[in-house]
T-cell receptor
Framework: NAGVTQTPKFQVLKTGQSMTLQCAQDMNHNSMYWYRQDPGMGLRLIYYSASEGTTDKGEVPNGYNVSRLNKREFSLRLESAAPSQTSVYFC??????????????FGPGTRLTVT | SQKIEQNSEALNIQEGKTATLTCNYTNYSPAYLQWYRQDPGRGPVFLLLIRENEKEKRKERLKVTFDTTLKQSLFHITASQPADSATYLCARRRALTFGSGTRLQVQP
């Protein structure tokens, strides 16, 4: 099992460019998440998807859109990149349901720089 | 707003000592708290979960406590080793909110 995979690993964008970060999981999890991590700020939730077909905003959704393409894949799109979106982006997945602990499995991250 | 805070940004200890990390929460009562480890350049990895009705949880050299009166969870690593050096994060229920993490450095 690959777990959670993310592409690309690194990306440099110019201000105003767009791009999509891809995430896939092979653990048959219902829930998937996108976080950004900045120095001193910890992990902040951008969007999450509790199940296929649903998405919800997290703490910092402005400037981002998401698509839950199917149960395996959850993509994050930056329509018009800004320097403030320079960060490391992590995708995660977890089981959901009665009695589960929502333990999250994280991908390796995408390091994005916007100039 | 509901907050989860890790007050210590960094902690340096000598090998063999016990490391104690603190996680405080305000404005809500979490059903449980999770603890994760993050190594540089990698995603967090789940370590332990403790429920509000559990006072203590252990896994090998790791121990987590949960004090609902103090609104605090303590994470202990006993007999610490240089390989334990990493950033440790706490997270509230469903891990939708993380603390900013404590960077632990264990000196040989």
């Amino acid at each position: 099992n690959a777990g959670v995979t993310q592409t690309p690993k690194f990306q440099v964008l110019k201000t105003g460019q767009s791009m999509t970060l891809q995430c896939a999981q092979d653990m048959n999890h219902n829930s998937m998440y996108w976080y950004r991590q900045d120095p001193g700020m910890g992990l902040r939730l951008i969007y999450y998807s509790a199940s296929e077909g649903t998405t919800d905003k997290g703490e910092v959704p402005n400037g981002y859109n998401v698509s839950r393409l199917n149960k395996r894949e959850f993509s994050l799109r930056l329509e018009s990149a800004a320097p403030s979106q320079t960060s490391v982006y992590f995708c995660a997945s977890s089981e959901t349901g009665t009695g589960v602990t929502y333990e999250q499995y994280f991908g390796p991250g995408t390091r994005l720089t916007v100039t | 707003s509901q907050k989860i805070e890790q007050n210590s940004e960094a902690l340096n200890i000598q090998e063999g000592k016990t490391a104690t990390l603190t996680c405080n929460y305000t404005n809500y009562s979490p059903a449980y708290l999770q603890w994760y480890r993050q190594d540089p350049g990698r995603g967090p990895v789940f370590l332990l979960l403790i429920r509000e009705n559990e006072k203590e949880k252990r896994k090998e050299r790791l121990k987590v406590t949960f004090d609902t009166t103090l609104k605090q969870s303590l994470f202990h690593i006993t007999a610490s080793q240089p390989a334990d050096s990493a950033t440790y994060l706490c997270a509230r229920r469903r891990a939708l909110t993380f603390g900013s993490g404590t960077r632990l450095q264990v000196q040989p």
